[in-house]
């Protein structure tokens, strides 16, 4: 709770910070990554850093949480609290690090805004900081006890045993633990995050959904090859995952984390399992996973993709479908391809006017590019399911927080 004369500094300073946010974040991550380079090339993603997408999921987080304190003083943004530091856990970010990351970020508060920075709006922002760090430190301290680990110990090694190229684009590969650890359960729908070397000695970190159920030893990952184009480079560790990980060759992953999962009282409830893309991996664990527990109530499958043969797991998409009791799974294809081998593809984007109305109650999962899931989200607000009922995930900084 922020207390009393910081929460009237903080709303009287609020516009002024904001607006500046994004000058701000520009400033902090450039002084961090001066007085350590090692974070940027060991921990933080510096494709997202290159075009810029990291410092505006910071700023819109900071931004909005401010904003929540003020509007809300005795509650806490769990939702998107939650989101960070699942993320900050598959990372191994640890508490003393947060004095680091305040330092920069402070200095460059005084550096944008001067003058505009009296003490008593110093400590008003500050004690937003802390209030902010001290609950993610929290969670996160949470989330790596659930898992066995610890902040500087998140990091197992894993061997490919298996691999299958499902497109041109993407492969999955099957991971087994390559030595002797505790193998921590999953939920449906979680993530691990990969730790690759790169040539230039990089240690490279990025986020793959689980794309197979929980339930034994094995690990699978599906990841789509990023190809570059105009002055984008080829993707970093898609491009190496692809070149290097065949069978016998190691990997290292995080314990599996992200708050994207099935819900325990999702038994009952009618589900929309909506994805496009590559966003069909979380949704691949989770319908397999409702197949398994033998899922009685309705599921609504929605798929968009550019065509049938870029459309990865396909075959797994319609089987664990056709499992289900009470399951139809609606496939939309820029390009169908011929009608007989795909009788039931749709064509164009997603329309959920095309499909049987929705039942009420109706909780949605959707994964894919925010285009997508924007639409989708708002075709489902028309339909009545309530915006709490929309559950979502981003393969990438999560833009939408600030807004969530
Ligand atoms: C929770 C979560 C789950 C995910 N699950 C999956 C999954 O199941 N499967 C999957 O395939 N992916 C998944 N992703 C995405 C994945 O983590 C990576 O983001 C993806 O593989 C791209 O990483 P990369 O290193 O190959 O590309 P990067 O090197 O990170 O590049 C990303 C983009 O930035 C551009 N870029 C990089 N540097 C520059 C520059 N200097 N100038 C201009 N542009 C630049 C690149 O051209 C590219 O378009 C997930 C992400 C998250 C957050
Ligand atoms: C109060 C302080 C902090 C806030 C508000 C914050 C906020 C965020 C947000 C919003 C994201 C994006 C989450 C998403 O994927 O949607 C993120 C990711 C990340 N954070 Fe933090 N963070 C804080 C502290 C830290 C600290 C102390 C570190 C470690 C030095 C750190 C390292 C990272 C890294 C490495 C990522 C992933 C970056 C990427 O993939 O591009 N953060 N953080």
Request: aromatic share 8%; proline share 7%; net charge negative.
């Amino acid at each position: 709770m922020l207390s009393q004369p910081s929460a009237a500094t903080v709303r009287a300073t609020l516009p002024v910070v904001g607006g500046a946010i994004g000058d701000i974040t520009g400033r902090f991550y450039d002084r961090l990554f001066t007085a350590h380079p090692e974070l940027l090339r060991d921990l933080f993603n510096r494709g997202n850093q290159a075009a810029g997408t990291q410092r505006q999921a910071l700023a819109g987080s900071i931004a909005a949480f401010a904003t929540y304190l003020v509007e809300h003083p005795d509650e806490r943004p769990d939702v998107m609290l939650r989101r960070i530091a699942h993320k900050h856990a598959s990372l191994g970010v640890a508490p003393d690090q947060y004095a680091v990351v305040h330092e920069h970020l402070f200095a460059a508060i005084a550096e944008v805004l001067g003058d505009a920075v009296t003490p008593e709006v110093a400590a008003a922002w500050d004690e937003v900081y802390w209030l902010m760090a001290n609950a993610l430190i929290a969670i996160e301290a949470r989330l790596y006890a659930e898992q066995g680990v610890t902040a500087d110990d998140v990091w197992r090694e894993w061997e490919v045993v298996g691999r299958v190229e499902e497109t041109p684009e993407v492969a999955t590969f099957q991971l087994r633990p390559a030595a002797a650890f505790r193998v921590p359960d999953f939920r449906p729908g979680q993530y691990v995050s990969v730790q690759v070397q790169l040539p230039d000695g990089a240690r490279q970190i990025r986020q793959y959904s689980l794309s197979a159920a929980p339930g034994s030893d094995l690990r699978q990952i599906s990841v789509k090859r990023v190809r570059g184009g105009g002055p984008s480079p080829d993707g970093e560790v898609s491009g190496h995952l692809h070149a290097h990980a065949r069978e016998g060759a190691v990997l290292r992953l995080s314990a599996p984390y992200g708050d994207l999962v099935l819900d325990e009282s999702d038994a009952d409830t009618p589900l929309l399992l909506a994805s496009a893309g590559i966003g069909v991996t979380p949704m691949i664990a989770m319908l397999e996973q409702l197949a398994a527990s033998g899922h009685r109530a309705p599921v609504t499958v929605v798929h968009a993709d550019r065509s049938p043969a870029a459309h990865a797991l396909r075959a797994d998409h319609a089987a664990y479908t056709g499992k289900l009791p009470d399951a139809a799974a609606h496939f939309f294809y820029e390009r169908p391809g011929p009608e007989q081998e795909h009788p039931a593809a749709l064509t164009g984007r997603v329309d959920l006017a095309a499909l049987p109305p929705l039942r009420a109650g109706t909780r949605a999962y959707l994964c894919g590019p925010l285009p997508f899931m924007r639409e989708v989200r708002a075709q489902l607000i028309g339909r009545g399911v309530a915006p709490a009922d929309i559950h979502y995930e981003v393969f990438g900084p999560d833009l939408w927080l600030g807004q969530a």
